[in-house]
Nanobody, 123 residues
Framework: QVQLVESGGGLVQPGGSLRLSCAAS????????MGWYRQAPGKQRELVAA???????EYADSVKGRFTISRDAAENTVYLQMNSLKPEDTAVYYC?????????????????WGQGTQVTVSS
């Protein structure tokens, strides 16, 4: 009933840039938090960046100053601008949304994940 559709992943050289996007659609009353996680082979999934409905943001130390998260609230879309990419940024990036839905007569919070998009930084 809720879908997160990601785009923008691909292959880029070190020092290059990519912009990921994630659009949430379906039965959504409001979105509390949207963010990006990443997971490299054999590694733990980690939070990259997140943005709350009020606009506050959070970043992993490893990406501060290089990545920027932003949102288009009207379209329930979140973006991740990735600059100065490094090989260590190579991973599958997952969009995540913590949102509220109306189910019957009840308003409940849910967490959803996108399918993931591959980002490869290599020469």
């Amino acid at each position: 009933q809720v879908q997160l559709v990601e785009s923008g992943g691909g292959l880029v050289q070190p020092g290059g840039s990519l912009r990921l996007s994630c659009a949430a659609s379906g039965n959504i009353a409001s979105i509390n938090i949207m963010g990006w996680y990443r997971q490299a082979p054999g590694k733990q999934r980690e939070l990259v960046a997140a943005i709350r409905s009020g606009g506050s943001t959070e970043y992993a130390d490893s990406v501060k100053g290089r990545f920027t998260i932003s949102r288009d609230a009207a379209e329930n879309t979140v973006y991740l601008q990735m600059n100065s990419l490094k090989p260590e940024d190579t991973a599958v990036y997952y969009c995540n949304a913590d949102l509220a839905r109306v189910v019957g007569t009840r308003r409940k919070n849910y967490n959803y994940w996108g399918q993931g998009t591959q980002v490869t930084v290599s020469s």
